[in-house]
């Protein structure tokens, strides 16, 4: 389904979005995957921020293994242009990535399943991304459509690193896509005592 993107409703949506008195529940609920970026860069301030919610995130046994490379060079995006077909223009990439032999992996049999913790721990790291990018009204989109190997190539990422995610970073000029509003009702997803 196409995502609209018309700039008026975008502005209003983004007025709309900016959280200055809103409990974290609505911050949460305000976010959305943004799939029209402006020219605009974002400044230095709120890069620092949206990265330092990064820095401030959890990990398992506080390994901290994510790494995170910032691209906003012409060069640069250009070279994500060719890695991934959802940049949606935005001037800012984070490239989100961590590695496996500092990140925490669960004891065969024992951990949640075969996933290593790193990826639980980037996991985080976006999302506390995203959110700190909404609590300043800034647009953000969480791309897995990517090609690894080019992005490897192309930004040098060391063979002990595992790509997670590209994060959108930039001044949104879309509104929310439709399926934002998708969410399967609460006794969908919640049991009590036992599945
Ligand atoms: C792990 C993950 C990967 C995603 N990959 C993409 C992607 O490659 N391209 C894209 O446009 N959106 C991508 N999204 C955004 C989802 O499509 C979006 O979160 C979902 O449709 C709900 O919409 P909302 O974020 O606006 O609430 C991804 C989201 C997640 C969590």
Known sequence: MPFETCATDAKEAVMEQTPKEHSYLSLVGHRYSCRKFADTQVDDEQLRTVLEAARKS???????????????????????????????????????????????????????????????DAAIAITNMENAAASLGLGTCWVGAFEPEKVRER?????????VELLMLGHAEAAPGPRHTERLAMDEIVVRETF
């Open 58 to 120: 959890p990990s398992a046994r506080n390994n901290q293994p994510v790494r995170i490379c910032v691209v906003q060079s012409d060069e640069g995006l250009a070279k994500i242009d060719e890695c991934t077909q959802c940049r949606y223009g935005a001037p800012t990439v984070l490239v989100v990535a961590y590695d496996h032999e500092a990140s925490s992996h669960p004891t065969p049999g024992h951990g949640p399943e075969t996933c290593d913790f790193g990826d639980i």
């Open 155 to 163: 930004f040098n990422v060391p063979a002990t690193y595992r790509l």
